[in-house]
């Protein structure tokens, strides 16, 4: 997103409406989820200035998570889970990314590895790193 020009006023807008900060507390971080979470569902119609917008909530949630809630330990079926749990998702929610339901079954129970591809997909979704799923 930084190589795109964006409207700094109408950013400014924005920045003054969400009012994004370093995040502190669970209660900051539920609360930026929130509003992240928000932007998500209306990816494909955000705006540049959006879009941004979204990546500073994402790389600020991103931060007090590692700092509060250390994953490099875990699997990356664990790494899933908690990424689910924090979002509220079920398996349900995420099938499509895997391909069927009995193959997102047999990942989120440890049965199954992460593909590649799966992991990618995963990636995505969840706008983090691939190499949590790897």
Known sequence: MSTAVIDERRYARLLVKTLPRVIRTE?????MIADLEELDLRWDHLSREEKEL???MTALIERFESEHYPINLASP?????QLMEDRGL???DLWRLFGTRA????VLKGK???SKAQAKRLADFFR???DLFI
Not at 77 to 81: A, D, H, I, P, T
Not at 103 to 106: F, I
Request: charged share 40%; proline share 4%; hydrophobic share 30%.
């Open 27 to 31: 209660k900051e971080n539920e609360r």
């Open 54 to 56: 979204a990546e500073l």
């Open 77 to 81: 079926q664990e790494r899933l889970g």
């Open 90 to 92: 079920t398996q349900a």
């Open 103 to 106: 193959r997102a079954s047999e």
């Open 112 to 114: 199954r590895g992460i």
């Open 128 to 130: 983090v790193p691939v």
